[in-house]
C-alpha cells in the first residue's frame, strides 16, 4: 500500500469491500494510518449512519475513534483540497471514477482502477485532450465477479495499452479475493493462480506494471503470501 491517500467514489458492492478492506487494515495497525476519503455524502451517510447507530452505539463493536479514520466530502474541491495540503506522494483512487471525473483525476495525477475497454479508451481520449499522463492500476477479474478485466479481454486490452502507450502508464495491475474468510476454502488459491497466470502473460506481452497487489482483509491475516 504505496498511496498517501484513498478516495472512494460512489460504486457497488467491490467499492464497499475495498473501503471496508482498507479501513480495517488501518483500524489494526497493518497498515499505517492514511487519509481514507468517501466522495459524495448523499450515497455514503445513511452507511455512516448505520455504523454509528449499530456497530458503535448498539453492539460497541468499534470505537468512536475508529470513526475518525474516514472523512465524508461533496465535491472534487474538497479532496482535491488534501491534495494542495501538501501531500506529495501518488493518491490511488480504489473505486469506480466516472467518466466525468476522469479529467480531474489525470489532471491531478491520481492513480486509478481500470477494468475494462471502454473505460481505457476513454483514459486516453482524456489524457491526449488535457495533455497529461494518465496512471492507471488494472483490476483482473479472478472470481470475484464484480469489477474487473476478463481474460478473454486481454489481448485487446494489451493491443490498445500499446496504442495508448504515450498518454496512458500501466503502473499497477491487481485484483480482489472473494471469500478469504472462510478458512475452510482454497478458492483464493485458484484466483492467485489466474491472477499469476495473466501478470506472466502480461510480462510475455511486455506490460510490466510496477506495483502488483492482491489481497482482502482476511487474506492479509491468514494468507500472507497473497500479498
Known amino acids: 500500500y504505496a498511496s498517501e491517500v484513498y478516495i472512494y467514489f460512489p460504486g457497488g458492492f467491490g467499492t464497499l469491500d475495498e473501503f471496508f478492506e482498507i479501513v480495517t487494515l488501518v483500524q489494526t495497525k497493518k497498515i499505517r494510518k492514511v487519509p481514507i476519503i468517501l466522495f459524495g455524502k448523499k450515497y455514503w451517510e445513511p452507511l455512516l449512519t448505520f455504523i454509528d447507530t449499530m456497530l458503535y452505539q448498539e453492539r460497541a463493536s468499534i470505537?468512536?475513534?475508529?470513526?475518525?479514520?474516514?472523512?465524508?466530502?461533496?465535491s472534487v474541491d474538497e479532496a482535491l483540497a488534501l491534495k494542495k495540503s501538501g501531500i506529495k506522494n501518488p493518491i490511488l483512487i480504489l473505486g469506480h471514477i466516472p467518466h466525468s471525473r476522469l479529467t480531474g483525476a489525470i489532471k491531478n495525477s491520481f492513480r486509478f482502477a481500470v477494468y475494462g475497454i471502454?473505460?481505457?479508451t476513454e483514459c486516453a481520449r482524456v489524457a491526449k485532450k488535457v495533455k497529461k499522463k494518465a496512471f492507471i492500476h488494472i483490476k483482473i477479474e479472478t472470481g470475484t465477479y464484480r469489477q474487473g478485466l476478463m481474460q478473454a479481454d486481454i489481448s485487446k486490452?494489451?493491443?490498445?495499452?500499446?496504442k495508448f502507450r504515450t498518454v496512458v502508464v500501466p503502473e499497477g495491475v491487481y485484483t480482489h479475493f472473494a471469500d478469504t474468510e472462510n478458512t475452510s476454502s482454497s478458492y483464493y488459491k485458484d484466483q492467485l493462480h489466474v491472477f499469476e497466470k495473466v501478470v506472466s502473460l502480461f510480462e510475455e506481452l511486455g506490460i510490466e506494471p510496477r506495483y502488483r497487489h492482491a489481497a482482502a482483509s482476511a487474506a492479509v491475516l491468514l494468507y500472507p503470501h497473497t500479498h
Do not use: C, P
Open 157 to 162: 486490452f494489451v493491443e490498445l495499452l500499446r
Open 63 to 74: 470505537s468512536k475513534e475508529d470513526m475518525t479514520l474516514y472523512t465524508v466530502v461533496d
Open 118 to 120: 471502454d473505460q481505457l
